[in-house]
């Protein structure tokens, strides 16, 4: 198996296998990565798009030796903040405005098919906690998600949000003290 970069020059050449490769190998971590920052699946969904248009425009922008996951990251974390800006200025209807929260949210409509208690407990808790990572500050919430859902190494996080690995390591330090805060009453609940 081809490692990423090899793959990218590659497809800087003309093989365009490559790409479809390297579209398989990431198209589910940017589509994650996206929704968890976004909160709106269609935004997901075009921003997987835009990023791979973006890689298949750039292709001669990425530098030999680079780590293709960071700059592809990058690109995302781009886009998602090009996203953010425009939907600001769009209010969409199939959003509710949250008293808590200064800003709109996905309106997530709940599931009425009967649960077993148990997957009601998790998704019940999924919920509490996605809920909670969501209304972190957003350089917060996207450095944790980075770490802790898609396994960046700091250095590597600190790339793709253009800060030093100090700024990396407090901002998802916060980020933790901020859910651990959020999530205590949850967690004392379930002892």
Not at 97 to 105: A, I, L, N, V
Not at 114 to 132: R, W
Request: aromatic letters at 12%; glycine letters at 2%; proline letters at 3%.
């Amino acid at each position: 198996m081809k490692h990423d970069e090899e793959l990218m020059m590659e497809y800087t050449v003309g093989n365009q296998t490559a790409l479809e490769e390297i579209f398989q190998r990431y198209k589910k971590a940017m589509f994650n990565y996206a929704l968890r920052l976004l909160n709106n699946r269609a935004d997901a969904e075009d921003v997987v798009g835009e990023v791979f248009f973006v890689v298949t425009s750039q292709k001669y922008s990425y530098q030999p030796g680079a780590k293709f996951s960071t700059w592809l990251y990058t690109i995302a974390h781009n886009v998602c903040i090009d996203r953010i800006r425009k939907r600001r200025r769009i209010v969409f209807i199939w959003s509710k405005y949250d008293k808590d929260s200064p800003e709109y949210t996905q309106w997530d409509i709940p599931d009425t098919k009967n649960l077993p208690d148990t997957d009601a407990e998790k998704k019940d808790t999924a919920y509490h906690v996605k809920k909670a990572i969501s209304r972190l500050p957003f350089a917060q919430k996207e450095a944790l998600i980075l770490k802790e859902y898609h396994n960046l190494r700091y250095e590597e996080i600190s790339k793709v949000l253009h800060c030093s690995k100090a700024k990396v390591k407090i901002l998802i330090f916060r980020a933790r003290e901020r859910l651990k805060k959020k999530l205590l009453p949850l967690i004392e609940e379930v002892r």
